[in-house]
């Protein structure tokens, strides 16, 4: 019940950007270029190297529909104590 309220209160978008990945102790490698076209209406979500069966493995960009009044924040991976945490992006209102 907490957490219906809650999410009256913030909002959804406010709720969905907290998922924490625990990743290797190792640094992931550095990102990979991608190619790609602006398209109307959605905007590019970059890859990044994701934690599977114990390595990094390369998770390709994609679009996502654009949403009027806020801005993608692209995930990012934070050292934390010995190791890696990954955080992922979401969409913030406009500052």
Do not use: C, F, N, T
Not at 2 to 9: D, E, Q, V
Not at 44 to 69: N, P, Q
């Amino acid at each position: 019940m907490l957490g219906l309220s809650l999410m009256a209160l913030i909002g959804p978008a406010a709720l969905a950007d907290v998922v924490v990945i625990h990743g290797g102790r190792d640094a992931p490698p550095p990102p990979i270029e991608e190619h790609y076209s602006p398209r109307r209406g959605y905007v590019w979500v970059g890859g990044h190297h994701a934690w599977r069966h114990h390595h990094y493995v390369w998770s390709r960009g994609h679009y996502v529909r654009e949403r009027r009044g806020y801005d993608y924040e692209p995930g990012r991976w934070d050292r934390h104590e010995d190791h890696y945490d990954w955080y992922d992006g979401g969409w913030r209102p406009h500052r």
